[in-house]
């Protein structure tokens, strides 16, 4: 079946610190890839997506590309700020992501000034 | 626009009671989804529903099911309700073949 293998945290990281959240896929098919973000105590934001092979996501300085050679989808950001401390979900759907999510588990960030 | 919104914030039940969960979908969304996320794990998808018929069904049992409207808006109705039904409920909508968006959640505590 489809799964999805993140990353486990805690991560902790300072200020401008450099991110890197794993994630890995098992698919039959190509599907679409995603980083949602969940803030305490609030439901998932769509952080950014990729449809296709080599595509790169991107939003608010966060990046992922989908490597199918590798099936991964490894979430980066060059410098963290605070605000970002959360929980990111890495997930795969079908038809353009309007089917259903499968996720990972998580990953707790905690960026610390 | 307004997203994707669900009552009530908070529930506490008894087990063995039923609930029934509401979501209001985004506008222009025809497909909603609902997920079950205990604590400290990654959302597992319940069912979908797609222009008021079932299109999809995660492994959970009879007892959860659900209805979508002509408005699509939806609900999720859970029966007998049992301890490990203690969790964040997720609503999420989308319009066709694109990426779903999340309302708040319901956080339901079964005692």
């Known amino acids: 079946g489809n799964s999805v293998t993140q990353m486990e945290g805690p991560v902790t990281l300072s200020e401008e610190a450099f991110l890197t959240i794993n994630c890995t896929y098992t698919a039959t098919g190509y599907p679409s890839l995603f980083w949602y973000v969940q803030y305490p105590g609030e439901g998932l934001q769509l952080l950014l997506k990729a449809t296709k092979a080599d595509d790169k996501g991107s939003n608010k300085g966060f990046e992922a590309t989908y490597r199918k050679e590798t099936t991964s989808f490894h979430l980066e950001k060059g410098s963290v700020q605070v605000s970002d401390s959360a929980v990111y979900f890495c997930a795969l759907s079908f038809q353009g992501g309007s089917e259903k999510l499968v996720f990972g588990k998580g990953t707790k960030l905690t960026v610390n000034p | 626009e307004t997203g994707v919104t669900q009552s009530p914030t908070h529930l506490i039940k008894t087990r063995g009671q039923q609930v029934t969960l509401r979501c209001s979908s985004q506008?222009?969304?025809?497909?909603v989804s609902w997920y079950q996320q205990a604590l400290g794990q990654g959302p597992q998808f319940i069912f979908q529903?797609?222009?008021?018929?079932?299109?999809g069904r995660g492994n959970f049992p009879p007892r959860f099911s659900g209805l979508q409207f002509p408005n699509y808006s939806s609900e999720l109705n859970v029966n007998a309700l049992e301890l490990d039904d203690s969790a964040l409920y997720l609503c999420?909508?989308?319009?066709?073949?694109?990426?779903?968006?999340f309302g708040p959640g319901t956080r339901l505590t079964v005692t």
């Open positions: 529903y797609y222009r008021e018929e079932e299109n």
């Open positions: 999420a909508s989308s319009p066709d073949l694109r990426e779903q968006y």
């Open positions: 506008s222009g969304h025809n497909t």
